[in-house]
């Protein structure tokens, strides 16, 4: 294993997890391993390796090779004991829920989480009679009330998508900590490179990889990383229900990753040079970026992050009416509802995370019409604000 404590995050992000797999033909990269199962002489060493007595792979739906060496670089990257992924983002988040509550469990968690993590709160958990509690996003108040009534799960997401609110996790792992209460964050939004919430108190990160980890947006998947005793749980729910990662996707992902520090350290510097730009802007209305010292949870992301994230969001002045103006005038940024990756992505909530909500839910939630998601890419940042400042020209004071 790469030596944790002196390697440092980009050390980790090329070098984790290559070192411990037997090399094919002394490749130097990590071979994509496609067979589906691997072969043993004799009897005996398959059962070993069946029953986990060896190291070695059995079958693909379980483990895989170019899959573990991808768990690896992430277990490295969040100081983890252990690591499994899937199939997608959402598969690493409903497989988690799914392993560790049962019918008349409770879950406690947010309103601003993801869109599909939402989904699964509303409609999905209901049914199975298990409780779902969500608070408004930063009522500490509200939130420890709840876990204190008891839970088997606090479930919480920082930075959130697409109001860019910063919760505590510390404090709040803190308070699950007490009833017994299992502690999960999604980490999507920070990365490793600029959070690790295993080290605040909680349980298991977990990441949608199509995001920053493969940072191209052409691979799909998910991982997640805790204790080898919890990811064990969850590993062993999801070799059955079958939402595995493709060895492909896991070796796009190992590519994506060995950048990953290089690019998350730009996509915060771009990120915090437009949150800046656009804040004296006068057709913006609100700028929310955790870097921003008006951000109202500007404090808490200075503790427990080491950057502030490639991810901002701005309302227009106008509306709706409005982004439809501005939005296809940028030259450099996909309109799309992805996030993460080198290009920049934009995108209002209206079309991406709450296209499901009315125009009141989306109000009561904090999302103006005028909303845009902005997800900084790599590019140089003169041209970024060159083009937003071209493109906010064709919109007219009012
Ligand atoms: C995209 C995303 C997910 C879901 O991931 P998929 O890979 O699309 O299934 C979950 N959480 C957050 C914060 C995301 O941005």
Redesign the pocket.
Known sequence: MTDQTSAGQSTLSIWGGEQEHELYERSTQVPVVHSVSFTYKDIDTWQDVALEKTPGHIYSRNTNPTVRAFEDKVRELESAEAATSFA????A?SNVLGSFLKPGDRVVSIKDS?G??NRIFNDFLPPLNIEVCLCETTDYAQIETEIAKGCQVLYL?TPT?PTIKIIDIKRLAGAAKKVGALVVV?N??ATPINQNPLRLGADIVLH????YLGGHADA???VICGSAELVKQVYRYREINGATLSPMDAYSFIRGMKTLKLRVERQNENAMAIANWLQQHPMIEQVNYPGLETHPNHDIARQQMRGFGGMLSFSVTGGLDAIKIFLPKLQYAHMAAN?GCVETVVGPPVTTSHVECSAEERAAAGIPEGLVRYSAGIEDIEDLIADLDQALRYLKPQ
Not at 88 to 91: D, H, L, R, T
Request: no cysteine; glycine share 20%.
């Open positions: 997608s983002g959402m598969a988040i993801y599909g993590t997401e998508n999604d999507t939004f949608s990889a199509s995001k799909l998947g998910g996030l």
